[in-house]
């Protein structure tokens, strides 16, 4: 059994690689939820989606977002009646939007995303970070800002000063998931606002520290492959590379996967953890997702 912690883009790609090679049912993912907010009058809970999406294998690939083909029929109408949306939701990802909002009159958040996940016919276990919501507040050189304003209605462009959100229980399963692993692996995702949210629920890094764990480099290079991560690493002091991002996780990771462009920074990661691999990290087809799957699998295979 593996447990993978998950964002909404890089950890994505490489699922869709571990799950070519492995029995879903011995995967648990489990995802970020700190942007989940309402939207049009729906709960969008942004990563949770597009890792359920992304293991029924019907996510947008082209926006790492809502529904392959999907028809924006409603968005459109919204539109013409003068009631834009901020976000663009499709007419098939607002139905499993819908069902959420109508669960959660119901249930906790865990239980919402299981009785979702078995209707997509999803078999690995997706479970959010938290039932209960999180909240973040990016301070910029234009004022505060939550993070959808941030990065829709600001488009990511303002200066980061600073972020901070709340911290939060951990969801029923999350902390056995993470003791209970073989390996468990932090994807490439961003470690500020993806990754740092679930670490920062009391007794996770407690369990990390007692299972095997790998993370995978978000950072090629000095730039992301994706997002804002630069940004939201630089505002908190850390280094904008892989070392940076080896700094970050150095207390409970056992291996580090870094891209083959960061070769150079072999040596000193291994001053930080124990066993560095370096092989390509750049996902650009199913073949590179396998690949980088594999080699982070190895002997659970
Ligand atoms: P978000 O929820 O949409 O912010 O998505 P995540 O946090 O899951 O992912 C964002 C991070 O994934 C960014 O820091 C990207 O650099 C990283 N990322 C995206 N694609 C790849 C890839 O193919 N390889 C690697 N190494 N990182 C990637």
């Known amino acids: 059994m593996i447990t993978i912690l998950s964002g909404g883009t890089g950890t994505p790609k490489l699922i869709q690689g571990i799950t070519k090679l492995m029995d879903p049912r011995k995967i648990n993912v489990l995802v970020n939820t700190l942007e989940n907010s309402y939207f049009s009058g729906v709960c969008v809970a942004a990563d949770l989606d597009t890792v359920m999406y992304t293991l029924a294998g019907i996510i947008n690939e082209k926006t790492w977002y ?4 999907d028809t924006f029929i409603t968005h459109e109408t ?10 663009r939701i499709g007419d098939r990802d607002r ?14 958040l865990s239980k919402v995303v299981d009785i979702q996940r078995k209707a997509l016919g999803v078999k690995s276990r997706v479970i959010p970070m938290s039932d209960e919501s999180s909240h973040v507040t990016i301070t910029t050189d234009e004022g505060n800002m939550a993070f959808h304003d941030f990065l829709v209605k600001h488009q990511g462009k303002p200066e980061v000063l600073d972020i901070k959100y709340n911290t939060v229980e951990p969801a029923p399963g999350l902390i056995e998931s993470i003791e209970e692993a073989d390996k468990v692996i932090i994807g490439p995702s961003n470690p500020v606002t993806s990754i740092g949210p679930i670490i920062s629920i009391e007794g996770v890094v407690d369990a990390l520290k007692k299972s095997y764990v790998t993370a995978v480099s978000p950072i090629i290079g000095d730039t992301p492959v994706s997002g804002p991560a630069a940004k939201f690493m630089d505002a908190l002091g850390h280094e904008v590379s892989c070392k940076g991002v080896a700094a970050m996780y150095q207390e409970f990771l056992d291996e580090f996967v870094i891209d083959i462009k960061d070769r150079i920074y072999e040596k000193e990661i291994e001053k930080l953890i124990s066993n560095v691999v370096v092989t390509n990290t750049n996902m650009k087809n199913i073949g590179d997702k396998m690949m980088l799957a594999k080699s982070i699998l190895g002997e659970i295979l």
């Not at 139905?95 to 009159?105: G, N, R, Y």
């Open 78 to 87: 919204l539109n013409e009646i003068n009631c834009p949306e901020t976000l």
């Open 95 to 108: 139905a499993i939007k819908i069902q959420k909002t109508l669960l959660l009159e119901r249930y906790p």
């Open 66 to 69: 809502g529904i392959a083909d």
